[in-house]
């Protein structure tokens, strides 16, 4: 098998190979989540003139296929990554 043989070759296997990814990856379940945020100024003193503290929360719903929404309850972790200027920035629960 010649030179050029051989690089079409190898590039054909990379193309079957890519296309067999890309196949693969479009069977991977695809959902779509609602969150859901309320925020609450609370009655603590604020480092930051003007920007009283506050407290949110998060509720996060699965969206099924006939748009009814479904309490996420299948996640165990939320990490939340704030901005630097906070004391402890990155938060979990």
């Known amino acids: 098998m010649g030179l050029r043989n051989a690089v079409a070759q190898k590039k054909q296997n990379g193309l079957s ?3 067999s990814l890309r196949s693969n990856a479009n069977m991977d379940p695809k959902r779509k989540v609602r969150l ?3 925020q609450n100024v ?4 604020s480092p930051v003139e003007d920007f009283p503290m506050r ?3 998060i509720v996060i719903y699965i969206v099924g ?5 479904h309490p996420a309850d299948c996640f165990q972790k939320v990490v939340y990554n704030l901005h630097p200027s906070f004391e402890n920035p990155t938060q979990s629960s």
């Not at 609370?42 to 003193?45: A, L, Q, V, Y």
């Not at 296929?65 to 929404?69: A, K, L, T």
């Open 17 to 19: 190979r890519a296309k």
């Open 36 to 38: 859901v945020t309320e």
């Open 42 to 45: 609370i009655d603590k003193p």
């Open 55 to 57: 407290k949110w929360s």
């Open 65 to 69: 296929e006939d748009g009814e929404e």
